[in-house]
DNA sequence: CGGACGCTTCGGTCGCGGCCGAAGCGATCC
DNA sequence: GGATCGCTTCGGCCGCGACCGAAGCGTCCG
């Protein structure tokens, strides 16, 4: 009743984040394959009685799209804007207090090495590349800008991608995009789209099959190490922070 | 403990911002102006020892900055990307099922009248001013991504906008931002800069001290009429949805 | 110095909502 | 047909946390 958009329809969203089973849902979700109601259950840790509840409410808010396929129900993020919000938000809650728990981490490490963001490269591999150009002088970024330089326009040319390189058209070159595993920029624009589909064009990475994550083929490893110098240790996924303690 | 980034963090956020009290703060800080506890307080309807507790789980969680002066504690967003985050979810919320109560907003109305979105111009303002352009063949926007056209590099040039036009360089020039008031884009990047400059310094609208909105002048209705073809219909603030029955 | 004010801390009440066991329902398999 | 499986609905338990009254603390004023 007070003050701007929508203030109830904020608290409701949430409060349906707020739960850690739900959450927990979600985040299994953000991948992009569809899952079972079971499945989810089993991710966040509750009883399929529990879970299904939960999957309601998020169905009936929005967030959720199910699919019935037998005696299975598929449920998916209904929407990119949702998987937005919710990188969003873990954007944010990287930014939180320091070290915490640190939950290990298990079959999200294939997103967190590499993953397509849309229709770029995100993830350790997708920051491994944003590094090695800006060090390498061919690509400068900004806070929410970026460019090619001559050097870089000539090696994009030498590499064949295809980007109007010529600017000014259709889409934003180039701009830097938050990763949230790596914290870090990664490169969004047509420039991050033309180096992700010549890597998919050379074999140098898969998609991994109804996931966003990416994994590197053997050329891929030798080709990036050329094209970029990127080698094995630009690679390794690094736990959420330093622990403590070695495991 | 399963799944990807940090699924309790995110449910910690989702938790804090689950409160319609919280949620209520939060909303009356986006504006940008920082508030004192006591209006806070008054502003999401619960007395001042609640609206304490609330504002230390939030300053404690990083969401709120907070900075004493006298007998006063001022309270504003700690971050960007918390006003960032917010607004994506209330992009999020405002896709939900549909109309709802449509608690009637106030003072936000100058919010969603007009408002800058960092260095750009957002609200009915900034989208009336990219349908415009749109309309008049000046600008194409994508999904992800716009330009300028000939034409449109024309009319820039006689508006007097500065925004390296010949681009490539620095920064994004042209995208779609999603606007959370009005669910529709406006013009970011170098180009929405530069017009809100340009706009700025003609006199045409002018900032409202310690607020994000900005109120359009008389010689601004004036100016929008004549270069862009906005007219008072085009600025009008229509309700979240059109009502049912006529209020 | 006393009093008003802004804000926080403490203590106790109470209701919402998450949880699971049990039961129900539809699809699949043999 | 019966057995099994995946999922949902129902009912009851229980704990977390939002709320406010009262009291405490620091600041400003006359």
Redesign the pocket.
């Known amino acids: 009743m007070s003050s701007s958009g929508s203030p109830v329809a904020l608290a409701e969203i949430g409060?349906l984040l707020?739960?850690?089973?739900?959450a927990n849902m979600l985040l299994a979700l953000i991948a992009g394959r569809p899952l079972?109601?079971?499945?989810l259950?089993w991710s966040?840790?509750?009883?399929?009685?529990?879970?299904?509840?939960?999957?309601?409410?998020l169905t009936e808010a929005g967030l959720l799209a199910?699919e019935r396929q037998?005696?299975?129900?598929?449920y998916r993020l209904a929407s990119p804007l949702v998987a937005q919000m919710l990188e969003g938000m873990q954007v944010v809650a990287s930014l939180q207090s320091p070290p915490r728990y640190r939950p290990a981490s298990r079959i999200d490490d294939a997103l967190k090495a590499g993953r397509t963001c849309y229709d770029h490269l995100a993830g350790r591999l997708g920051v491994a590349i944003a590094d090695a150009m800006v060090a390498r002088g061919q690509v400068v970024l900004t806070g929410d800008g970026g460019a090619a330089t001559p050097d870089g326009e000539a090696f994009l040319q030498h590499f064949q991608v295809e980007a109007s390189t010529r600017p000014g058209q259709k889409r934003c070159f180039c701009r830097p995009c938050l990763d949230w595993s790596e914290r870090r920029p990664h490169i969004a624009g047509a420039l991050g789209a033309g180096l992700a589909r010549r890597c998919f064009d050379l074999g140098w990475i898969q998609r991994v099959k109804d996931s966003r994550a990416v994994t590197i083929t053997q050329a891929g490893r030798k080709g990036l190490q050329e094209a970029f110098g990127i080698g094995p240790d630009d690679l390794v996924v690094r736990p959420d922070l330093p622990l403590r303690k070695a495991g």
Chains 1, 2 share one sequence.
């Open positions: 409060a707020g739960d850690p089973a739900r079972t109601a079971g499945e259950a966040a840790r509750v009883t399929a009685q529990t879970a299904s509840g939960h999957l309601a409410r199910v037998g005696r299975h129900r598929y």
